[in-house]
């Protein structure tokens, strides 16, 4: 067992994450390493998740190439100031050198403009490449973005 990973999930211990599956512990490092990426907005490590020919299936049956999804993701990023994240872990299934692991995931992005909320019900796929573990795909059943309402009740920016 690598001492790193262990020391890593310990150190990041203030992210919260829920068991109710077992996760492979390498992934359970990368989650945590993820998380704190989410943490710290910053976008430029965020992208290195997700393998070349990542697909995100959206709960309408499309998909974004990485490309794509990142393009879509990363406003959130930039119109924010801080990030809490909470996940929870569904379900976790090894297959072909792969990993599924099933996820409810909720972060809570703070800007000047009030706190956008994002919850994604999902299976992310792992798959070890260039010896790093990235995702490959994910399949959400459930992808909502609450953006903060204006005093006049209207919401603010784009979603």
Same mark, same amino acid.
């Given at each position: 067992?690598? %001492?790193?990973?262990?020391?890593? =999930?310990?150190?990041?211990?203030? +992210? =919260? #994450?829920?068991?109710?599956? @077992?996760?492979?512990?390498? %992934?359970?490092? !990368?989650?945590?390493?993820?998380?704190?990426?989410? /943490?710290?907005?910053?976008? @430029?490590?965020?992208?290195?998740? &997700?393998?070349?020919?990542?697909?995100?299936?959206?709960?309408?049956?499309?998909?974004?190439? !990485?490309?794509? &999804?990142? #393009?879509?993701?990363?406003?959130?990023?930039?119109?924010?100031?801080? =990030?809490?994240?909470?996940? /929870?872990?569904?379900?976790?299934?090894?297959?072909?050198?792969?990993?599924?692991?099933? +996820?409810?995931? *909720?972060?809570?992005?703070?800007?000047?403009?009030? +706190? @956008?909320?994002?919850?994604? *019900?999902?299976?992310? $796929?792992?798959?070890?490449?260039?010896?790093?573990?990235?995702?490959?795909? $994910?399949?959400?059943?459930?992808?909502?973005?609450?953006?903060?309402? @204006?005093?006049?009740?209207?919401?603010?920016?784009?979603?």
């Amino acid at each position: 067992m690598n %001492i790193k990973i262990i020391l890593s =999930a310990v150190v990041i211990g203030s +992210t =919260a #994450a829920s068991f109710a599956a @077992t996760v492979p512990l390498e %992934i359970h490092a !990368r989650y945590m390493s993820l998380h704190s990426v989410m /943490k710290s907005l910053n976008f @430029t490590k965020f992208e290195g998740f &997700f393998a070349k020919d990542f697909v995100n299936v959206d709960p309408s049956g499309k998909s974004a190439d !990485r490309k794509e &999804f990142l #393009a879509g993701v990363k406003p959130l990023f930039a119109a924010n100031k801080s =990030a809490t994240v909470t996940e /929870k872990f569904l379900s976790s299934k090894k297959h072909d050198g792969m990993v599924d692991v099933g +996820t409810d995931l *909720v972060v809570n992005l703070k800007g000047a403009g009030g +706190t @956008t909320v994002v919850h994604e *019900v999902c299976v992310d $796929t792992w798959k070890m490449v260039n010896k790093q573990w990235v995702m490959v795909k $994910t399949v959400d059943s459930k992808f909502d973005v609450t953006m903060p309402k @204006t005093k006049k009740g209207k919401l603010q920016g784009k979603g």
